[in-house]
């Protein structure tokens, strides 16, 4: 069997384990439901192209494990007896109908066009066919994998079959990597700079992948494989005719200048079970209060939770929908306590998979002692993550959708982190940077009872303005805070303050 055959031969280990393990999956599969009632769903793509090589070995596989004992293959490595179903659409590029065509032709599968929709057409199917279970190409990071397994039973409300995933843990580059090893045809559109292909009216080449405009000024594309970041692989899934670009689909900032007039608010999250103890102090949460306001951002809440995921996800999830960004750190890293990623996934209701590009830095910075597939330290949450490349950091920063996450542990590799992260936002327009927030301090010998009234007309009239009084120490002076975006203001407010207090009762620190 030439897919098999092929796959022995390699000497990429990792390859060779992605492929035992979907082979096993169809094995199971094959052992659990007689042939008649199953089959794979092929369109074309290239996960499902790579599927469609897998089960051709893994049907021949299971027949030879059944005939083991009498040596009698027959016709198992030419005959594919699973059904297979292509739902065609008007709207699929002809590249990829005339691939599916000549692929069933040249693998003489057994394949059923359904002209209805996916519910519709599978409850066609049903009436007409004893199906239990159907082989899908989906793969983590497909926005339909959130929550499947590799067997996963279909989702309320489509008709009940049971969903076989064999591909869902490999990686864009495991796709390649299968499909130029084996030597198997694929769709033409994908050296054409399609990346993920779905109908003409939303997919384009993927931008990533062009290079240069050719004489007669048309785009040319490197192949699909050269995509160098496998989860950019849908960044081409795009309604055409816009150009909208990448980080703003990643992100929901429009980029106009009401952005910069506009507040932002940020919550900051810390994770540690030693400051709830008391046993440490936290330093870098007022440290990041700063370095936001300096960027004109408010703080709205500082939170520490305990390591613990239902504690980090319960935090993370309300302070995620009431601000525009959050930060988190602590808790990350590979000890039994870090489990503050692990509290982001299920905020956002995903679940941790395995990340081939962060396991790669891992990998770098810890050499032998990262465990490759086991490595739970390179999961990471499933759909939501981006990870943010610096040439200053030793592992990039994990963003996932408005929640950054900080790997710093001590206030110097903060300082180095934030100039890192406020370089690679801003550039890409993740982050506005606004008008910087200035602070004014005065101090009074006033008691709090004679300072309350004056201070709480200057609230009032401005109202724009933060005004706030603390002492440092019981018997010492009061010391009052204005602070806010227009100098002008701050004057005001503190020119209103000092006549309201009586000359001399006030002085600036
Ligand atoms: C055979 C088959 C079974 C499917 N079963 C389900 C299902 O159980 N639940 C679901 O939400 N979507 C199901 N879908 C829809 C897919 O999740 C997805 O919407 C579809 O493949 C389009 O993906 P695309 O937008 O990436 O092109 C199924 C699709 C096919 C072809
Ligand atoms: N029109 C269709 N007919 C049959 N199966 C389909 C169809 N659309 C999707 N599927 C199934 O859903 C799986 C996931 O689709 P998806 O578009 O993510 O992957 P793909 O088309 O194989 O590759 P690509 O990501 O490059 O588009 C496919 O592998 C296939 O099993
Ligand atoms: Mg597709």
Known sequence: MEIDKAIRESDDIRLKTKYNNAVHVIQRALALYPVEEVAFSFNGGKDSTVLLHLLRAGHYLHEAGKNLSSGNLGDAEINFPVRTIYFESPSAFPEINSFTYDTAFIYKLQ??????????????????HPIRAIFLGVRIGDPTAV????FSPSSPGWPPFMRVNPILDWSYRDVWAFLLTCKVQYCSLYDQGYT???????????????????????QNYKPAYLLPDGRLERA?????????????ISNGFKHDDSHLKRMFTASVIAVGDEILFGTVEDR???ILCRKLHSVGWAVSHIAVTRNDVDSVADEVERL???NDMVFIYGGVGPLPSDLTVAGVAKAFGVRMAPDEEFEEYLRHLLGERCTGDRN????????ITELLHHEKLRVPLIKCQNVIILTATNVAELE??????IELMTSNGLLVITEPFVSKRLTTTLSDVEAAQPLSEICSKFPDLYVGAYREARGGSLIITVDGKEKSRIAAAADALCSKFGVGALSEI
């Open 236 to 248: 081409g899934r795009v309604k055409k005719g816009t150009s909208q670009p990448l980080h703003a």
């Open 111 to 128: 394949m059923d066009i359904i002209r209805l929709d996916f519910k519709s057409g599978l409850e066609a199917l049903f009436k007409a």
């Open 376 to 383: 739970e330290m390179a999961q990471l949450p499933e759909g």
């Open 320 to 322: 995620k929908s009431t």
């Open 416 to 421: 180095s982190e934030w100039d890192c992260l």
């Open 284 to 286: 870098m949460g007022s």
């Open 196 to 218: 993920s292909i779905g109908s003409i009216h939303d997919t384009v080449p993927n931008a990533l992948l062009c290079q240069s405009k050719t004489s007669n000024s048309e």
């Open 147 to 150: 929550g499947q397994e590799q």
